[in-house]
């Protein structure tokens, strides 16, 4: 079964999202988020680790993850 996570890239001190960061789940391809700061990738586990710029944003379920993943960066 293939599993949608959506994650979210922001600006720490704005808030605002951050288009064209690079997104990937572990042994998936790498997407960017779009001018939201927002990109969605597709995992065929129920348990995930999630990378935004290579740093880990999110490890674990996939069930319990926020809806979207925040990251913040700066």
């Known amino acids: 079964m ?4 959506q ?4 600006d720490r001190r704005t808030g605002k999202g ?12 790498e997407v960017k ?7 969605t990738v597709i995992v065929s ?3 995930v680790d999630v990378y935004v710029n290579g740093m880990r944003a999110y ?3 996939v069930s319990a993850a926020p809806k979207p993943i925040i990251y913040e960066r700066g």
């Open 59 to 61: 490890n674990g379920s």
């Open 2 to 5: 293939a599993y949608a996570v």
């Open 18 to 29: 951050l288009s064209g960061q690079r997104v990937k789940a572990y042994g998936g391809p």
């Open 7 to 10: 994650v979210m890239v922001v």
């Open 45 to 47: 586990s129920s348990a």
């Open 33 to 39: 988020t779009n001018s939201s700061g927002l990109a």
